[in-house]
Each structure stands twice: as structure tokens, then as C-alpha cells.
């Protein structure tokens, strides 16, 4: 089964820290607690993330020139399509934010397997059995199927794909 997401299916909603907000694409819980969320976000300027205890965090910057994440002794660059994992209980602050920057975030809870983000460019096919997401960065397709941009596909199903898209496969 695949299931076909769109702009109109997702919710925006506060940044935990209160200093911006979301885009929650999806989420799955299991008795009340978080497994995982796949969501999208703006980075405008300096400032803090939110503090997100027992959370495994991957940020891709999806436009814009990107940003630096400092704190608790890091120094990670957030440069465009490349994803970077970090733990969300740290105090992480987004510096050299010169102009904004759009992000795409997988957020997993600490004990479940860590999700395996790819960025795609081109053609190529994926092994299904595990959950996949995949969440078109432009014009794509499916299996033949057309994407929009800012849509996301959720399956577990063998995939080939073609375009610019983010390739997240989920465990748990």
C-alpha cells in the first residue's frame, strides 16, 4: 500500500521552545509516545532549538544557503542536501544564518533504530520491507506516479523513483 501525503494533509503548529514553527507532515506514536515525526521548518535567524529529550534528530536544509548547529561542544555544518544527525537533548543554537533556510527533520525516538536519510538526485530504486517515506524536493515521480514538490509518499513497498527527493527509511 502506498499512501500519497500533499501540502493539504500536513499540520503547522508551534516549535516546542516557542520561537517558530512547523511543518508536521507525519507522525507515529505508540501509547502516547513518540516513534517518529517527519516535518519541515524555516530557520529565519540565530537562535535556539528546541530541547527535545529521548529524540534522535536528522535536519536536511532543503533551500537556502543553510547554517551552522553549535552547542554542547559541536560544531556541525547544516549545508544544502546533506543530512546531519543529532541528539535532540542537547542545547543546539542555529548560527550564521545570513538569509533563511528551509529544513526537512526526522525525529526518532532514542532506542529505536536510527532512520537512514539519502538525498536523491536522479533515477534509481529502492528496496522496500522496511517503512519508507520519500518527500519530493521538485517535480518527481513514483513508480510512474507524478510527485509535486513538498509531497510525501509513505510505503513499504519496492520504489523506483526519478527526480529530486529525500529517501527516509524508518524502523520501529
Given at each position: 500500500m502506498i499512501q500519497h501525503l500533499t501540502s493539504a494533509d500536513?499540520?503547522?503548529?508551534?516549535?516546542?521552545?516557542?520561537?517558530?514553527?512547523t511543518v508536521e507532515m507525519l507522525r507515529a506514536e505508540e501509547n502516547g509516545t513518540?516513534?517518529?515525526?517527519?516535518?519541515?521548518?524555516?530557520?529565519?535567524?540565530?537562535?535556539?532549538?528546541?530541547?527535545?529529550?529521548?529524540?534522535?534528530r536528522n535536519l536536511t536544509v532543503i533551500t537556502g544557503p543553510?547554517?551552522?548547529l553549535v552547542g554542547a561542544g559541536?560544531?556541525?555544518?547544516?549545508?544544502p542536501?546533506?543530512?546531519?544527525?543529532?541528539?535532540?537533548?542537547?542545547?543546539?543554537r542555529a548560527e550564521n544564518v545570513t538569509v533563511p533556510s528551509d529544513d526537512?527533520?526526522?525525529?526518532?525516538?532514542?532506542?529505536?533504530?536510527r532512520s537512514e536519510v539519502a538525498v536523491?538526485?536522479?533515477?534509481?530504486?529502492?528496496?522496500?520491507?522496511?517503512?519508507l517515506a520519500v518527500y519530493a524536493l521538485a517535480a518527481s515521480t513514483l513508480n510512474g506516479t507524478r510527485m509535486a514538490p513538498g509531497d510525501l509518499i509513505l510505503t513499504a513497498e519496492p520504489?523506483?523513483?526519478?527526480?529530486?527527493?529525500?529517501?527516509?527509511?524508518?524502523y520501529g
Open positions: 500536513y499540520k503547522t503548529m508551534p516549535w516546542a521552545n516557542g520561537k517558530g514553527s513518540l516513534k517518529w515525526r517527519l516535518s519541515r521548518a524555516s530557520v529565519v535567524e540565530n537562535g535556539d532549538f528546541s530541547i527535545l529529550p529521548g529524540v534522535e543553510g547554517f551552522d559541536l560544531h556541525l555544518p547544516a549545508k542536501l546533506i543530512p546531519v544527525a543529532f541528539a535532540g537533548d542537547i542545547p543546539i526537512f527533520n526526522v525525529m526518532t525516538a532514542r532506542g529505536l533504530p536523491i538526485a536522479g533515477q534509481t530504486q529502492l528496496r522496500g520491507g522496511d517503512l520504489l523506483i523513483v526519478a527526480g529530486q527527493m529525500i529517501a527516509v527509511r524508518l
